[in-house]
Nanobody, 114 residues
Framework: QVQLVESGGGVVQPGGTLRLSCAASGRISPFYQMGWYRQFPGKERAMVANIKADGGTYYADSVKGRCRISRHMANNTGYLQMYALKAEDTAVYYC????????WGQGTQVTVSS
């Protein structure tokens, strides 16, 4: 069972930056992929970005050029650096870790507001 602990959410002004972290522990199956979804009120979760074991990355069109996902293997922590944040980025962000099963973090609120 993989436990994921998220941190880094908060309130930021439009145009600001934020870094989300997702620390994983308890993995016994090989790592395949991790990333973030976000959920707007009343909507389903939507993929934001992910990173695979081979280092390949994916970004949703809505964040492409404004996000960078990375993973630090030594401490099993993933990072989502977000730049030039917009009000429409306001959502709850959930990280996930996909091996033989998919596990989810507790979610962290990101609010972009002046």
């Amino acid at each position: 069972q993989v436990q994921l602990v998220e941190s880094g959410g908060g309130v930021v002004q439009p145009g600001g930056t934020l870094r989300l972290s997702c620390a994983a522990s308890g993995r016994i199956s090989p790592f395949y992929q991790m990333g973030w979804y976000r959920q707007f009120p009343g909507k389903e979760r939507a993929m934001v970005a992910n990173i695979k074991a081979d280092g390949g990355t994916y970004y949703a069109d809505s964040v492409k050029g404004r996000c960078r996902i990375s993973r630090h293997m030594a401490n099993n922590t993933g990072y989502l650096q977000m730049y030039a944040l917009k009000a429409e980025d306001t959502a709850v962000y959930y990280c996930y870790d996909k091996g033989s099963q998919t596990f989810w973090g507790q979610g962290t609120q990101v609010t972009v507001s002046s």
